[in-house]
């Protein structure tokens, strides 16, 4: 039996807050009790809001809670050539094409509930490629849903992964439409970097929180196209406060180094993540 990887992959984008150290407490945890590793992976694929100062900061509110990773840290700005290769990979069996079309085209032709990502309509898809064209003007690559899904082989169509919650769940990866691989600003995007990641570290147990796990829709279809294996998903719900409000930034949260800077006590915050922890399992 394979030793259990688990990881905690932020995004230098702001301080870690209580939701940040939840889920970083719950992949620590179920790696430390099975006698396995845990990682510490840095998300910093956007130049445009990651900060170095904030990797720091990771690593500094992490050992204040007394959470140890295992091994290196890895960096993802360190491995654009492996998802370069990935997406190289996919454009060879014709998956991927480029897509010129702006944010703000895509919102004015696609109708979509409020706060929801409009669905891509594939305005670029089928689109003659012109290499002047793609020297000259910026561009993203897209999957190929529907290519993407007639290219999986006959044992590999009723997709699924298991989830600690859900159960087995099947993947309709068709419900996102052609989702983006690389962007404009950056030569790859969150779903093909996690999925090389994880694969590429071992990971076996993935713990993230609930609000991620419509994504694993399409982290499964990549797996399977890039003949990736596929770990076990522990989606977890999402902190919150006494107002039922998720513990975010964007949600007026105060950060690990707020709260270490008015003098909170690291392990008294710890015991309370670990008992909402038990709660949301039902062992309360």
């Not at 998300?43 to 990797?55: K, T």
């Not at 190289?88 to 897509?99: D, F, I, T």
């Not at 309509?121 to 897209?142: I, K, M, N, S």
Request: glycine share 10%; aromatic share 6%; hydrophobic share 40%.
């Amino acid at each position: 039996m394979s030793m259990m990887i688990s990881r905690f992959a932020p995004s230098p984008t702001g301080r870690l807050h209580p939701g940040h150290a939840f889920s970083a407490v719950r992949a620590h945890d179920l790696a430390r009790a099975a006698g396995g590793r845990f990682l510490l992976r840095i998300e910093d694929i956007d130049p445009g809001r990651s900060r170095e100062a904030f990797v720091s900061g990771i690593e500094e509110d992490l050992r204040w809670l007394g959470l140890a990773w295992d091994g290196p840290v890895l960096r993802q700005s360190e491995r654009l050539d492996l998802y370069a290769g990935a997406l190289e990979r996919l454009k060879a069996a014709g998956l991927v094409y480029p897509c010129f079309c702006t944010r703000a085209e895509i919102a004015g032709s696609v109708a979509a509930p409020h706060g929801a990502t409009p669905v891509y309509p594939g305005t670029c898809r089928g689109r003659p490629v012109d290499p002047a064209e793609l020297q000259a003007r910026p561009h993203g690559w897209r999957l190929d849903m529907a290519r993407a899904l007639a290219a999986l082989s006959p044992g590999e169509r009723g997709l699924f992964w298991h989830d600690a919650t859900a159960g087995r769940v099947m993947a309709t990866p068709a419900i996102h439409g052609d989702v983006v691989l690389a962007r404009k600003d950056a030569p790859t995007s969150y779903h093909l970097a996690v999925t090389i990641d994880d694969a590429a570290q071992g990971v076996t147990d993935v713990v993230r929180g609930m609000d991620l796990f419509e994504a694993t829709h399409v982290h499964r279809l990549l797996q399977a196209l890039l003949e990736l294996p596929t770990p076990a998903y522990h989606h977890h719900p999402l902190l919150t406060g006494p107002d039922g409000r998720r513990l975010a930034k964007r949600d007026g949260a105060k950060s690990l180094a707020e709260l270490r800077a008015e003098g909170a006590d690291p392990q008294a915050l710890l015991a309370m993540l670990r008992r909402k922890d038990d709660e949301g399992r039902g062992k309360a």
